[in-house]
């Protein structure tokens, strides 16, 4: 089993920054994908950002250009930076990790970002 906790979550004018974190602990894959997907209310989950272990990235193409994400292998931790944020990008972001391209086998529960307008 895999356990992931998620920070950093909170309330932030549109323009501003906000840095989660996800910290993983329990039997980690040494070869894993962890991920950021995001839900807003009455809207369907979406994988918005994912790092692989050979570093390739993905981002999905509404945040790219404002979110980073990064992770810190020893200390299994996942981050997203994220910048110039939207009242679109209200949501509850969830960690995700696993050993396929798409990070889908545990899940953390979540934090939630308010972007207000």
């Known amino acids: 089993q895999v356990q992931l906790v998620e920070s950093g979550g909170g309330l932030v004018q549109a323009g501003g920054s906000l840095r989660l974190s996800c910290v993983a602990s329990?039997?980690?894959?040494?070869?894993?994908?962890m991920g950021w997907y995001r839900q807003a209310p009455g809207k369907e989950r979406e994988l918005v950002a994912a790092?692989?272990?050979?570093?390739?990235?993905y981002y999905a193409d509404s945040v790219k250009g404002r979110f980073t994400a990064s992770r810190d292998k020893p200390k299994n931790t996942l981050y997203l930076q994220m910048d110039s944020l939207r009242p679109e990008d209200t949501a509850m972001y969830y960690c995700?990790?696993?050993?396929?391209?798409?990070?889908?086998?545990?899940w953390g529960k979540g934090t939630l970002v308010t972007v207000s307008s």
């Open positions: 790092i692989r272990s050979d570093a390739n990235t």
């Open positions: 995700a990790t696993g050993t396929q391209p798409i990070p889908v086998d545990y």
């Open positions: 329990g039997r980690i894959a040494s070869r894993n994908t």
